[in-house]
């Protein structure tokens, strides 16, 4: 599966940024994800694939819990679902489906690392792995 995060806003600290390529390598055995940083949204259009299954993350909505995503998740592989765009800080007009981690208002680099925690939990789970070492 090909998971893309693109997450729009003016700046990622570096801190957020060291912890997204920890998981990004951490989930490199189960898939293959990337961060995708913009500055504006009017950029997300071109760089979305037109056959990605897009996401947006909202904090308006029902919050899902880590084994929720997981089972979430589970359904795209099994559906062969191999395209997914998470959209972090966007109102993107067309979309698939949207998503909430959270409905408390978050800096886009902390809910950017978040998700990419929450993506790495629901992968140890749905391979059966403990998530804490």
Known sequence: MKIKVYAIGDRLE???LEAIKEYEKRLSRYCNI???HLKKEEHLQKKISPNSFVIIISTVGKTIS????ATTIDQWASSG?????LVIGANQPTYNETMTLSQMEMDFGLTTSILFEQVYRAFR???NHPYHK
Not at 81 to 85: A, F, G, H, I, Y
């Open 81 to 85: 679902l191999s395209d997914v765009s």
């Open 66 to 69: 880590s084994e929720e995503l």
């Open 125 to 127: 789970i749905i391979n």
């Open 14 to 16: 570096k801190f957020y």
């Open 34 to 36: 990337k961060l995708v």
